[in-house]
């Protein structure tokens, strides 16, 4: 699934979107990445998140 979000790039300050990935295998975890739809760059959402918490 595909989710326009309203953050900005941290590279080009461009838009971004949220992507899902849901885990067929209960051993795996399910994982949500941001993309920037200009420059293509990624990151994980849970790596973001504890970049968040602990800053």
């Not at 699934?1 to 080009?12: A, E, F, G, N, T």
């Not at 461009?14 to 993309?35: F, P, Q």
């Not at 739809?37 to 790596?47: I, P, Q, T």
Request: contains cysteine; proline residues 5%.
């Amino acid at each position: 699934m595909r989710i326009d979000i309203p953050l900005p790039c941290p590279s080009c300050g461009g838009k971004m979107y949220s992507v899902n990935y849901e885990a067929t295998l209960k051993i795996l975890k399910d994982r949500t990445w941001h993309v920037c739809k200009e420059c293509k760059f990624s990151r994980n959402v849970e790596d973001f998140k504890k970049t968040l918490c602990c800053a």
